[in-house]
């Protein structure tokens, strides 16, 4: 069993910064590839971004390429997502996911194996 607890989120105007963090629980963190998912007021959960069990690879979602950075620290058990210029789209609610195993395919929710509860960000314009 894994436990991922998200922190971070807030509320920033639009071209402002944030970095969200995702502290797992559990012995196998490294083993992981972990996600970031958003779901926003009525809309669906989405994939944002994905990095797999060494950091060494990662993949973004179009919409956030290029503004928003994942990385990992195994030592610490947390994954992080740095998030520059915002803009009011990206207000949603984040959630961390593990994945065990490769990183086959990592943009579905149903690609994922255990989840956090989320975190708020706020975006004003």
């Known amino acids: 069993q894994v436990q991922l607890v998200e922190s971070g989120g807030g509320f920033v105007q639009a071209g402002g910064s944030l970095r969200l963090s995702c502290a797992a629980s559990g012995r196998t963190f490294s083993s992981y590839g972990m996600g970031w998912f958003r779901q926003a007021p009525g809309k669906e959960r989405e994939f944002v971004a994905v990095v797999d069990w060494s950091g060494g690879s990662t993949y973004y979602a179009d919409s956030v390429k290029g503004r928003f950075t994942i990385s990992r620290d195994n030592a610490k058990n947390t994954v992080y997502l740095s998030m520059n210029n915002l803009k009011p789209e990206d207000t949603a609610v984040y959630y961390c996911?593990?994945?065990?195993?490769?990183?086959?395919?990592?943009?579905?929710?149903?690609?994922?194996?255990?989840w956090g509860q989320g975190t708020q960000v706020t975006v004003s314009a």
């Open positions: 996911a593990a994945r065990i195993g490769a990183l086959l395919s990592f943009g579905a929710m149903a690609d994922y194996d255990y």
